[in-house]
């Protein structure tokens, strides 16, 4: 099966988890997701990150709302 031009182009805008939080800087502001779409990767590869320390991340307010599965590395 051929891969349409709109399919194409979403697989080109996919990251993987590491990409997005490459992207997040301190002060930032995330919107975890609604229903259906929690990112559970990517919540517990950002809380990873999380801390005072050099190349860590500081200052991210979280945005969460109408969640189903708790998130428990927060």
């Known amino acids: 099966m051929m891969t349409t031009p709109i ?3 979403i697989r080109n805008k996919k990251k993987t988890s590491q990409q ?3 992207m997040i800087k301190p002060g930032d502001w995330i919107n975890m997701g609604s229903v ?3 990112s559970t ?3 517990y590869e950002l809380a990873q990150r999380l801390g005072p320390g050099p190349g860590q991340l500081k200052d ?3 945005w969460n709302y ?3 599965y ?3 590395e927060f």
């Open 7 to 9: 399919e194409q182009k």
């Open 60 to 62: 991210i307010e979280f």
């Open 41 to 43: 990767v990517l919540a």
């Open 70 to 72: 708790p998130h428990p």
């Open 36 to 38: 259906g779409g929690d």
């Open 66 to 68: 109408a969640m189903f």
């Open 20 to 22: 997005i939080i490459d």
